[in-house]
T-cell receptor, first 114, second 112 residues
């Protein structure tokens, strides 16, 4: 079945460590995104990528890095520079529908910094 | 400054009644609007959308209404079911943009 997978579901990290969250899609979508969700907040865009080997910063990119070496994969690294990394991270991809794009989301990764 | 606002953080409705979730936007360039539904610890799923050339779009129990002059849209769920209990996000994007702006969500609780 086509879809987006994120791993792991839960992740614990010690303060000061970098950690990489995986996102894979087999929907043949060109665009991929990373969002962060905090309690009482909407989805805030971290990074997005429209094509392979190209990505753009979103609204809250500081302390994060990404790569897009393959169309199917868009891993997110949470670096030690991210001051408040504990959050629910969502990966998404999109296909054009009419004049706009509908996003398909993965199940999310809950990151907790200890 | 929030460009997409969902001013009601929560809504409680009795099963079988209508649920009305509201969303306001400020950016006049937005012309495509989407609603997503999210259960705890899961990713959002697309529910329904509407283009600015329409003022209503219906899909089963879900109807979205768009009032462009008021920069307001609403999602109606009729009849509401307990399985509809979730957080609903409103999102908007401008023509040609693949980056939607999300509201903060409204938590809907449907009581049996």
């Amino acid at each position: 079945d086509g879809g987006i997978t994120q791993s792991p579901k839960y992740l614990f990290r010690k303060e000061g460590q970098n950690v990489t969250l995986s996102c894979e899609q087999n929907l043949n979508h060109d665009a991929m995104y990373w969002y962060r969700q905090d309690p009482g907040q909407g989805l805030r865009l971290i990074y997005y990528s429209q094509i392979v080997n190209d990505f753009q910063k979103g609204d809250i990119a500081e302390g994060y890095s990404v790569s897009r070496e393959k169309k199917e994969s868009f891993p997110l690294t949470v670096t030690s520079a991210q001051k408040n990394p504990t959050a629910f991270y969502l990966c998404a991809s999109s296909i054009k529908a009419g004049d706009s794009y509908e996003q398909f989301f993965g199940p999310g990764t809950r990151l907790t910094v200890l | 400054d929030q460009q997409v606002k969902q001013n009601s953080p929560s809504l409680s409705v009795q099963e079988g009644r209508i649920s009305i979730l509201n969303c306001d936007y400020t950016n006049s360039m937005f012309d495509y609007f989407l609603w997503y539904k999210k259960y705890p610890a899961e990713g959002p799923t697309f529910l329904i959308s509407i283009s600015s050339i329409k003022d209503k779009n219906e899909d089963g129990r879900f109807t979205v209404f768009l009032n462009k002059s008021a920069k307001h849209l609403s999602l109606h769920i009729v009849p509401s079911q307990p399985g509809d209990s979730a957080v609903y996000f409103c999102a908007a994007s401008a023509r040609g943009s693949y980056i939607p702006t999300f509201g903060r969500g409204t938590s809907l609780i449907v009581h049996p």
